[in-house]
Every structure is written in structure tokens, then in C-alpha cells.
Nanobody
Framework: VQLQASGGGTVQTGGSLRLSCAVS????????IVWFRQAPGKEREFVGG????????YYANSLKGRFTISRDSAKNTVFLQMNSLKPEDTAVYLCAADLGPRASPRFNYWGQGTLVTVSS
């Protein structure tokens, strides 16, 4: 499974951005596609995910309401819509394949990351 994240860039505070994560390779049969982010000097932070079989979504509590995850099943692409962006949202955003809580390693496939910069 290969993942390719794209769509990052620079946006002003209050703006919006949509990231994409294209899933390719063999048919993905894992639990979910998830998004993480990592700001400079900080630990990687979970953003949210979409369960692959049913399409339901879940988010980090701190990001609910501003971030929305969706997918285009026909194109095997997952989207992260980010609204009302703040400077503290500045980070490299990465998508990953979540193979489920019983898998080890659980997150075995990662995209390369895309940089989001929110200017004040």
C-alpha cells in the first residue's frame, strides 16, 4: 500500500485548506486511513481518521468542528478539510494506514507528509 499526501501550502489565519491522501497499490483492507500532524519541535499528534469499510469518521477532540475527513471511494482518496485555521495548526500533515488495534505495527504505511503553514 502506498500513500501520497498533497495539498499543503500557506494560508492566512481563518482560512481553509483541503489535503488529499491518495491510496494506491494493493487493495487496502485495513481498519482506517488516518491523519497525523507534527509541528516543529513537537510530538506527532493524532488528527482523525475514516474507517475504511464503513466510512465513519472520528477526530481528536480538540479538532472537532474545524476539521472534516471524507473520501472518494472511486478514487481511493481521503480528504482532510481544515477550516478556521490557526497559526498553531502549522505542521507537517501525514496520512497513514491504520491496520487496527491488534496489528503490530499498527501504522505500517505512511505518506510523505505535506506542510501546512498558517500565517498570522
Amino acid at each position: 500500500v502506498q500513500l501520497q499526501a498533497s495539498g499543503g501550502g500557506t494560508v492566512q489565519t481563518g482560512g481553509s485548506l483541503r489535503l488529499s491522501c491518495a491510496v494506491s497499490g494493493r487493495t487496502f483492507s485495513g481498519y482506517a486511513i488516518v491523519w497525523f500532524r507534527q509541528a516543529p519541535g513537537k510530538e506527532r499528534e493524532f488528527v482523525g481518521g475514516i474507517r475504511w469499510s464503513e466510512g465513519s469518521t472520528y477526530y481528536a477532540n480538540s479538532l472537532k468542528g474545524r476539521f472534516t475527513i471524507s473520501r472518494d471511494s472511486a478514487k481511493n482518496t481521503v480528504f482532510l478539510q481544515m477550516n478556521s485555521l490557526k497559526p498553531e495548526d502549522t505542521a507537517v500533515y501525514l496520512c497513514a494506514a491504520d491496520l487496527g488495534p491488534r496489528a503490530s505495527p499498527r501504522f505500517n504505511y505512511w505518506g510523505q507528509g505535506t506542510l501546512v503553514t498558517v500565517s498570522s
